[in-house]
């Protein structure tokens, strides 16, 4: 199977909420490039502008910028438009739009400084799947 056909499928996924399926998807397009620390917050209960954060980080502006693309990606094979995309060219910090899911990329200094995690510690946190990390156990949740 090629990544692509693996990022495209979201029926092997358990959730029965489409918008956890692709908030999950963007977290597994986001394993694939090795991101580290990732969180799938659920703010549907808390928030009025998005229903999930996907909050990781990466360990250099180009790994940062790599996650990026491979979430944008996996979203468009799944047929999800990006709405909107800011600090993608400096990859200190990239922040996606996808509407109903915002994903936040960081360099670990800049999340360390935002917290988002501390700022929404009320939502509940979303159970990754085992199986996203493959062999990568030590980047479990």
Partial sequence: MTHEQDLSQTDSLTSANLSEKKALLCAKAAIYK???????????????????????????????????????????????????????????????????????????????????ESLWADAPKIKIPSEFYGSAVTRLN
Avoid: P
């Fill in 34 to 116: 090795n991101a580290e620390r990732l969180r799938v917050l659920d703010l549907s209960e808390l928030s009025g502008f998005t229903d999930y954060f996907v909050i990781c980080s990466g360990a250099s502006d180009r790994q940062v910028q790599a996650i990026s693309e491979s979430v944008e990606h996996a979203m468009e094979l799944a047929g999800t438009e990006l709405l909107a995309i800011e600090g993608y060219a400096e990859g200190r910090w990239v922040l996606m739009d996808f509407g109903y899911i915002v994903v936040h990329i960081f360099q670990e200094a800049l999340r360390e400084y935002y917290d988002l």
